[in-house]
């Protein structure tokens, strides 16, 4: 896998483009327990974000009934085209971000670091049983990070209300090529059973996370603007406000629960729409 990976590198003269994070995994063992980790068979259609030079697609191929593969980078794409004979993998040439998503339920990718944070939050509003995924070490300890934990933020509330999500292992940068800056993870997400998941008003989430360290009442405060309220508004609205619930609690430790509870205190005083 290694020996075809750099033959392909050379054959082709690549440069690894650092803008859309080209890190390629260059041991096989850690393909292997990702695709373990799938539980794929047969039945299963993965999606996988940036084949890169197809060393997962192939692992994925010979395990899961279908593989759509979105890959942004043109010059891979050809590669891929050429080069691989895979009678079950479609490569979708294209941006994960944008391009339509064709109906999966599972997700098997080795990430481009930049778009960690939007492709999570597309991924969480699609219908899937499990996904594994590796990401920069620092994104994925925030994924799993729980309230009151230094490292808890917007995307770990986030997480937590939609999904089940598992830190499993830490990857050296010694495991691609090019070596990257930075370690990585691999993270585990399941979505909760759709009556346990918590659908939350993301400028309130976005207001008030913007202060994780304030309470919840300092952080509106500091926030108002965000929610549509100017100083006097929200002075009119400080002595209702201060009857929220959860108002002396730093944002820091508020469950998705406890988010939800602000958010219906306020939409019941009028504050937010
Ligand atoms: N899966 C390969 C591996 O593990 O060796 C490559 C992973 S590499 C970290 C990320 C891949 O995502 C690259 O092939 C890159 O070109 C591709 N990529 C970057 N941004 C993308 C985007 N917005 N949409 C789809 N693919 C993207």
Same mark, same amino acid.
């Given at each position: 896998?290694?020996?075809?990976?750099?033959?392909?590198?050379?054959?082709?003269?690549?440069?690894?483009?650092? =803008?859309?994070?080209?890190?390629?995994?260059?041991?096989? =063992?850690?393909?292997?327990?990702?695709?373990?980790?799938?539980?794929?068979?047969?039945?299963?259609?993965?999606?996988?974000?940036?084949?890169?030079?197809?060393? #997962?697609?192939?692992?994925?191929?010979?395990?899961?009934?279908?593989?759509?593969?979105?890959?942004?980078?043109?010059?891979?794409?050809?590669?891929?085209?050429?080069?691989?004979?895979?009678?079950?993998?479609?490569?979708?040439?294209?941006?994960?971000?944008?391009?339509?998503?064709?109906?999966?339920?599972?997700? %098997?990718?080795?990430?481009?670091?930049?778009?960690?944070?939007?492709?999570?939050?597309? /991924?969480?509003?699609?219908?899937?049983?499990?996904?594994? #995924?590796?990401?920069?070490?620092? /994104?994925?300890?925030?994924?799993?990070?729980?309230?009151?934990?230094?490292?808890?933020?917007?995307?770990?509330? *986030?997480?937590?209300?939609?999904?089940?999500?598992?830190?499993?292992?830490?990857?050296?940068?010694?495991?691609?090529?090019?070596?990257?800056?930075?370690?990585?993870?691999?993270?585990? !997400?399941?979505?909760?059973?759709?009556?346990?998941?918590?659908? !939350?008003?993301? @400028?309130? %989430?976005?207001?008030?996370?913007?202060?994780?360290?304030?309470?919840? #009442?300092?952080?509106?405060?500091?926030?108002?603007?965000?929610?549509?309220? @100017?100083? @006097?508004? /929200?002075?009119?609205?400080?002595?209702?406000?201060?009857?929220?619930?959860?108002?002396?609690?730093?944002? /820091?430790?508020?469950?998705? *629960?406890?988010?939800?509870?602000?958010?219906?205190?306020?939409?019941?005083?009028?504050?937010?729409?």
């Amino acid at each position: 896998m290694r020996e075809r990976l750099f033959s392909l590198i050379s054959k082709y003269n690549l440069k690894a483009s650092s =803008d859309l994070g080209q890190n390629f995994l260059v041991v096989p =063992d850690i393909i292997e327990r990702n695709v373990e980790r799938a539980g794929l068979n047969k039945d299963d259609t993965v999606l996988e974000v940036g084949p890169g030079l197809g060393v #997962l697609t192939d692992a994925l191929s010979k395990r899961a009934g279908k593989v759509y593969a979105i890959e942004k980078d043109p010059r891979l794409v050809e590669i891929l085209r050429k080069e691989y004979d895979w009678p079950n993998v479609e490569i979708i040439e294209g941006d994960a971000l944008r391009v339509e998503f064709p109906e999966f339920n599972k997700i %098997v990718s080795n990430l481009p670091y930049q778009i960690s944070s939007p492709i999570t939050f597309r /991924f969480l509003r699609y219908e899937f049983e499990r996904a594994v #995924l590796i990401y920069q070490l620092e /994104f994925a300890q925030r994924m799993v990070a729980e309230p009151g934990d230094k490292n808890y933020s917007r995307l770990s509330l *986030m997480v937590r209300a939609k999904a089940y999500a598992e830190l499993v292992e830490r990857i050296g940068r010694g495991a691609f090529w090019p070596r990257p800056k930075v370690d990585s993870a691999v993270v585990v !997400l399941e979505p909760k059973p759709k009556d346990e998941r918590i659908e !939350l008003n993301e @400028d309130l %989430v976005r207001a008030l996370f913007q202060h994780r360290r304030s309470t919840v #009442l300092a952080a509106l405060k500091k926030s108002h603007h965000m929610l549509g309220l @100017d100083k @006097d508004e /929200f002075k009119r609205a400080r002595d209702v406000l201060s009857t929220m619930p959860h108002a002396k609690k730093r944002v /820091f430790q508020l469950t998705p *629960m406890e988010v939800k509870d602000i958010e219906e205190f306020l939409v019941a005083e009028k504050i937010l729409g």
